[in-house]
């Protein structure tokens, strides 16, 4: 889960969307299904991932972004 990956890493910005109550953010960041999971970097997505992750499948998705 992403709370335990934020939680060990507090440098890291994040911001979690609920599509239910904003459905025009899914539509805005081009996403599909849920949970996607978008980094941006410089203000441009550089990855985008649907689907669960455990903390350590998180870190390295972000590492390598």
Same mark, same amino acid.
């Given at each position: 889960m992403?709370? =335990?990956?934020?939680?060990?890493?507090? $440098? /890291? +910005?994040?911001?979690? /969307?609920? +599509?239910?109550?904003?459905?025009?953010? =899914? =539509?805005?960041?081009?996403?599909?299904?849920?949970?996607? /999971?978008? /980094?941006?970097?410089? $203000?441009a997505?550089?990855?985008?991932?649907? $689907?669960?992750?455990?903390?350590?499948?998180?870190?390295?998705?972000y590492? +390598?972004?």
């Amino acid at each position: 889960m992403p709370d =335990k990956f934020f939680a060990a890493n507090p $440098g /890291i +910005s994040y911001w979690r /969307i609920d +599509s239910e109550e904003c459905p025009e953010a =899914k =539509k805005n960041f081009d996403v599909e299904r849920v949970p996607t /999971i978008t /980094i941006l970097r410089k $203000g441009a997505v550089a990855a985008r991932k649907v $689907g669960l992750m455990n903390p350590r499948e998180m870190a390295e998705f972000y590492r +390598s972004a």
